[in-house]
T-cell receptor, first 113, second 113 residues
């Protein structure tokens, strides 16, 4: 059973637009929800993360929205730029049990000029 | 060198070969991880080491054999692999297994012929 489901699989956005990627999780014990950004030929890099005690976290153009009751969280990229073109992974973990991360399947984002 | 490094970056091996992947972290972390990344699938956690002791082995076939001689180095020894083992193998580290953030290396692209 896949612990974290991510959609869409791919996304094409015009420069300046808003990119939205969604994730849903199963385990209510998860307490840490990071988003990773991966460029071709590179490993995933932490972009932004949230804990379930807040409903939103913003860092620059990147915002995580978190809905605990629906067990969903999403990444919003405002004013999307061609340099944001990458694959984005959501993940979830339960940090008090050894911190195994469960990853989504990834979203390939292309921002066209 | 800073961060997490992996060598080689690319590896092509036959099914009867024996090879090893190397990971080194320069972050002073105490936990290290091996992940397998295949197209359109979530990252799969393979092994977790904490202070050179294996704490997690996620039902990985015995043809994959990890080794952690110290907290800075992690190896993945490969022998008699199958074509379906072709993937990107990522190493990651974190301060402790309970720490939130994992830092990934660039990965080794493995092709089994």
């Amino acid at each position: 059973q896949q612990q974290v489901k991510q959609s869409p699989q791919s996304l094409i956005v015009q420069k300046g637009g808003i990119s939205i990627i969604n994730c849903a999780y199963e385990n209510t014990a998860f307490d840490y929800f990071p988003w990773y950004q991966q460029f071709p030929g590179k490993g995933p890099a932490l972009l932004i993360a949230i804990r379930p005690d807040v409903s939103e976290k913003k860092e620059g153009r990147f915002t995580i929205s978190f809905n605990k009751s629906a067990k969903q969280f999403s990444l919003h990229i405002m004013d999307s730029q061609p340099g944001d073109s990458a694959t984005y992974f959501c993940a979830a973990s339960q940090t008090n049990t050894g911190n195994q991360f469960y990853f989504g399947t990834g979203t390939s984002l292309t921002v066209i000029p | 060198e800073t961060g997490v490094t992996q060598t080689p970056r690319h590896l092509v091996m036959g099914m009867t070969n024996k090879k090893s992947l190397k990971c080194e972290q320069h972050l002073g972390h105490n936990a290290m991880y091996w992940y397998k990344q295949s197209a359109k699938k979530p990252l799969e956690l393979m092994f977790v080491y904490s202070l050179e002791e294996r704490v997690e082995n996620n039902s990985v076939p015995s043809r994959f054999s990890p080794e952690c001689p110290n907290s800075s180095h992690l190896f993945l020894h490969l022998h008699t692999l199958q074509p379906e083992d072709s993937a990107l193998y990522l190493c990651a580290s974190s301060l402790w297994t309970s720490a939130s953030e994992q830092y990934f290396g660039p990965g080794t692209r493995l092709t089994v012929t």
